[in-house]
């Protein structure tokens, strides 16, 4: 089946500096894409989408890129705070999939104070 | 945007009993999802359940095992049968609200199967 990756498992930064979380997607079909923040025991938390017609999308503190050549999405987050410390997961959505979401492998954000 | 709950929010069970977990929205949507959250892992669809017709299950989960109820537009439930400890995992819903892109999820049920 298709699979949306992640590069890296796990990303450790300090407080104040930018993140870049990396997620891979193999459905060319996907024209959809969400990343969503997930604290611990709670359910997953829609940080920011982006459609396949755009490259780029910014949020309040966060910016998606979106690379369809190469397959390939990024969440960026600005001025990294202890609050942003949590696992990070891409989804991608196809048009014809009925509001289907497949997540990747997820990345877990530690922020060091 | 939709609020969710969901109820148990958590249970230690044994082997071979069913639980049923509820989802409760406090607005009228179409589009519900089950996910399964393996621990340390991704979230990974169990099924659509829309209102007005029978579940839709993804690959590698089948009714038997995984039954669905969507009585109206605001609930669903889903049953885990006859469980085993590879069913410990968290399972959480989600809603698609009509005029919203995005899906909202509930807080998950984290069940552990002894």
């Known amino acids: 089946g298709e699979n949306v990756g992640l590069h890296l498992p796990t990303l450790s930064v300090q407080e104040g500096d930018n993140s870049i979380i990396n997620c891979a997607y193999s459905n060319s079909a996907s024209d959809y894409f969400i990343w969503y923040k997930q604290e611990s025991g709670k359910g997953p938390q829609f940080i920011i989408d982006?459609?396949?017609?755009?490259d780029k999308r910014q949020g309040q503190r966060v910016t998606v890129l979106l690379n369809k050549t190469v397959k390939h999405l990024s969440l960026q987050i600005a001025a990294t705070q202890p609050g942003d410390s949590a696992v990070y997961f891409c989804?991608?959505?196809?048009?014809?999939?009925?509001?289907?979401?497949?997540f990747g492998q997820g990345t877990e954000l530690s922020v060091k104070p | 945007s939709a609020v969710i709950s969901q109820k148990p929010s958590r249970d230690i069970c044994q082997r071979g009993t069913s639980l049923t977990i509820q989802c409760q929205v406090d607005?009228?949507?179409?589009?519900m999802f089950w996910y399964r959250q393996q621990p340390g892992q991704s979230l990974t669809l169990i099924a659509t359940?829309?209102?007005?017709?029978?579940?839709?299950?993804e690959s590698g989960f089948v009714i038997d095992k995984f039954p669905i109820s969507r009585p109206n537009l605001t609930f669903s439930t889903l049953t885990v049968s006859n469980m085993s400890p590879e069913d410990s995992s968290i399972y959480l819903c989600?809603?698609?609200?009509?005029?919203?892109?995005?899906?909202?999820f509930g807080p998950g049920t984290r069940l552990t199967v002894l």
């Open positions: 982006i459609r396949s017609n755009m």
């Open positions: 607005s009228q949507v179409t589009m």
């Open positions: 989600s809603v698609e609200p009509p005029s919203y892109n995005e899906q909202f």
């Open positions: 359940a829309n209102q007005g017709s029978e579940a839709t299950y």
């Open positions: 989804a991608e959505m196809a048009n014809n999939q009925g509001g289907k979401l497949i």
